[in-house]
């Protein structure tokens, strides 16, 4: 089992900057994969970014590319999302995802991927 705990969520100005932690606990060393989902009101939830924890390789929703950086720190067992330049449309819950192995698939983008989920974290950006 890994337990997910985010923090970093709040109220910011639509331009301003936040960043988002996860730590992941448990049997961390077995993950393969985490990402960062969102969900807005009335809306389904929809996948942000990912970061594979061997190698780095990221990926991201068109909508926060050049504004969003996802990292990991390995020693930490933590993910970050960097979320700059921040618009009012992107206000939603957050939640942070990982996998563990193995993985067919290199880059996870599907909630179904995902095996295990952070509380959520509330991010509202005012216009």
């Known amino acids: 089992q890994v337990q997910l705990i985010e923090s970093g969520g709040g109220l910011v100005q639509a331009g301003g900057s936040l960043r988002l932690s996860c730590a992941a606990s448990?049997?961390?060393?077995?993950?393969?994969?985490m990402g960062w989902f969102r969900q807005a009101p009335g809306k389904e939830r929809e996948f942000v970014a990912t970061?594979?924890?061997?190698?780095?390789?990221?990926d991201y929703t068109d909508s926060v590319k050049g504004r969003f950086t996802i990292s990991r720190d390995n020693a930490k067992n933590t993910v970050y999302l960097q979320m700059n330049s921040l618009k009012p449309e992107d206000t939603a819950v957050y939640y942070c995802?990982?996998?563990?192995?193995?993985?067919?698939?290199?880059?996870?983008?599907?909630?179904?991927?995902?095996?295990?989920w952070g509380q959520g974290t509330q991010v509202t950006v005012s216009s």
């Open positions: 448990g049997r961390a060393f077995g993950i393969y994969a």
């Open positions: 995802a990982a996998r563990s192995w193995p993985s067919t698939t290199t880059i996870l983008t599907g909630a179904a991927q995902y095996h295990y």
């Open positions: 970061v594979v924890w061997s190698g780095g390789n990221t």
